[in-house]
């Protein structure tokens, strides 16, 4: 009888510090480093880049993790024009919220249906260095990997990335759908857009729900840009 009072005063301790249990809230900054040659022949665009690079001063990114998964959004500091905020955002390769689930990514897109979202696989093919540094007191590895984009006219772009990850915080995620490495993605660097973790907190009261993930409508990334070379086509006819 002894026993049994024992196991249940056991069961229940766990079952309330599970139901207890705080989420993670990683939020970071964004940096958009000069490319002095980049839309050179375009003055227009050259302009919307110079305004994105002081614009990405003021954007602001969280990564909540919880038991289920991750979500990655945009928390804007809205000190500057909306506008601003957008080429800003367009320029950091940001393109709306992301999702973790279980082994797939779903992420929101530019001119795809509303409520229909991107599903891809977790990335992969990560080759881990032995290089290390120190991010805000947390011991980091590096990491690196190759960002494959269709920019949906036929032409493909290769832009290397640097993931900096700790595996004292052993959470599989990190910013904007780059995720799947032994620790948390504390700074991040594809091409010339950085982001960097400026406030971790392992004890947040921030949650989400992402149970719609199950009934919500999906496409794969190879659809999308056949959509994207389809809209090209078809405005050029």
């Known amino acids: ?13 766990v079952c309330l510090s599970f139901a207890q249990q705080k989420n993670v809230n990683v939020q970071y900054v964004v940096k958009i480093d000069n490319e002095k040659e980049l839309f050179n022949s375009n003055p227009s665009l050259r302009q ?3 305004n994105a690079r002081m614009g990405s001063n003021n954007l602001q990114f969280n990564l909540i993790i919880n038991n289920s998964g991750s979500k990655f959004y945009e928390n804007s500091i809205l000190s500057i024009s ?6 800003a955002t367009l320029f950091t390769g940001y393109s709306g919220i992301t999702y973790q689930f279980e082994n797939n990514i779903f992420q929101e897109m530019n001119y795809i249906e509303k ?9 992969d093919n990560w080759e881990l260095q ?3 540094k120190m991010i805000d007191n947390y011991l980091c590895y590096k990491a690196t990997n190759v960002n494959r984009i269709d920019n949906g006219s036929g032409k493909i772009f290769n832009h290397p990335v640097i993931a900096w990850y700790c595996p004292e915080l052993p959470y599989r995620y990190g910013p904007n759908g780059y995720s799947n490495l032994p620790g948390l993605i504390l ?3 594809v091409r010339n857009v950085i982001f960097g973790a400026k406030k971790i907190d392992l004890n947040s009261n921030i949650n989400f729900d992402l149970s719609f993930l199950q009934n919500v409508k999906t496409i794969s990334l190879e659809a999308y840009n056949k959509q994207l070379e389809q809209n090209a086509e078809n405005f050029k006819g």
């Open 1 to 13: 009888m002894k026993r049994k009072v024992i196991f249940i005063f056991t069961l229940l301790i």
């Open 48 to 50: 919307m880049f110079d």
């Open 82 to 87: 909306e506008n601003n905020i957008k080429n």
């Open 115 to 123: 409520g229909t979202l991107i599903k891809e696989p977790l990335k």
């Open 130 to 132: 032995n290089e290390t």
């Open 187 to 189: 700074e991040l660097q």
